[in-house]
């Protein structure tokens, strides 16, 4: 795996014992760990915190959807917790996004901490994409100002060929290759996301599941 390309652990369980399991196990092997809805409406923004405190980082993926002021309220809140990213859908539309990425830079000068990368889903791997549609949105997305997009890997070569300014690639639906799909309809080997241009690469359960967490992260680094 090349060196910029990096595993961020879904840590999809419903316990803070469970997480910060996995987190003291993994760090510092994996730097960034993912908190999704189900973590998050389990323990709240406390598991954020008690992340952080171990020296790892936070992917906050809670998919911001909702009215400007809502969402540029909530990109307020997860600037404070000292986030390293965050999600919103792209198809919140242009106001939406505009008004994240005002309120990101504005909280982040006023309690002069590291302004979150804010990253934009295109369309989600459980679901079919066309591939003009995930550009379409990827091009709103960076233009309102983020500074990445989620997409499979079946979208990230196209995204870097159509696309020329400097942005981050988030890559859902990673599988080892003797890995099964589980829900996912698009999804890739490690290898084949790093080689399409991913910056981040997000496994969960092919990690969350192994007998051994710790050797299935060595195997993953190694085959690349």
């Not at 910056?199 to 969960?204: D, R, T, Y």
Request: charged content about 25%; aromatic content about 4%.
């Amino acid at each position: 795996m090349k060196q910029k390309t990096k595993i961020i652990l879904a840590l999809d369980v419903d316990n803070e014992k469970q997480a910060l399991r996995f987190v003291r196990l993994l760090y510092p092997k994996i730097t960034i760990f993912k908190v999704g809805l189900q973590l998050y409406t389990a323990c709240g923004p406390k598991i954020i915190k008690d992340i952080r405190k171990i020296g790892a980082k936070v992917f906050l993926d809670l998919k911001f959807f909702d009215i400007p002021h809502t969402v540029g309220n909530a990109v307020r809140c997860a600037v404070g917790l000292k986030i390293k990213m965050l999600t919103l859908h792209i198809q919140g539309g242009e106001a939406m996004l505009k008004v994240a990425v005002a309120a990101a830079k504005q909280e982040a000068k006023r309690l002069k901490v590291k302004q979150p990368l804010l990253i934009g889903v295109t369309v989600l791997t459980s679901q079919e994409a066309k591939p003009r549609e995930v550009l379409r949105l990827a091009k709103l997305g960076l233009g309102c100002g983020l500074d990445g997009v989620v997409c499979s890997v079946r979208e990230a070569a196209l995204l870097r060929k159509q696309i020329r300014q400097k942005f981050m690639i988030v890559t859902p639906g990673i599988r080892p290759a003797s890995a099964g799909s589980d829900d996912q309809k698009r999804i890739a080997t490690p290898l084949a996301a790093a080689k399409a241009g991913s910056n981040f690469l997000v496994i969960g359960r092919p990690i969350l599941e192994a007998k051994d967490p710790l050797k299935a992260v060595e195997e993953i680094v190694r085959s690349h």
